[in-house]
């Protein structure tokens, strides 16, 4: 490594979906996994279900954004959560909560 220190920040954020029309598993599979894969390739960061896994009306999606600035990575944050509530199609957006963490 060179003499200048290195920063590394990571943007995360937790965010619950609510899926009213959700009767079974594969309806709640079809609203999560075509959120999670237009965010993977439009907004280039890392987006998984994390939670609500056996629930058919209710999930909960993980973003991370790893960045070497910490206002970067909460405008990224920012920007995916926006985005994700003007596309979700078959879901309402619920509560959602961010967290920058400065790692090195």
Not at 4 to 17: E, F, N
Not at 59 to 74: F, M, Q, T
Request: proline share 1%; aromatic share 6%; hydrophobic share 40%.
């Amino acid at each position: 490594m060179g003499k200048d220190k290195t920063s590394m920040y990571i943007g995360t954020c937790l965010l619950s979906i609510e899926i009213p029309d959700g009767e079974s598993l594969k309806d709640k599979r079809h609203v999560v996994k075509s959120i999670i894969e237009r965010a993977k390739r439009e907004l280039h960061l890392s987006v998984a279900e994390v939670g609500g896994l056996d629930e058919w009306d209710y999930a909960e999606i993980g973003l991370a954004y790893v960045s070497n600035s910490a206002k970067h990575a909460d405008e990224v944050i920012a920007k995916a959560v926006n985005w994700i509530e003007t596309n979700l199609k078959d879901g309402i957006l619920g509560n959602y909560k961010t967290e920058i963490v400065r790692m090195f």
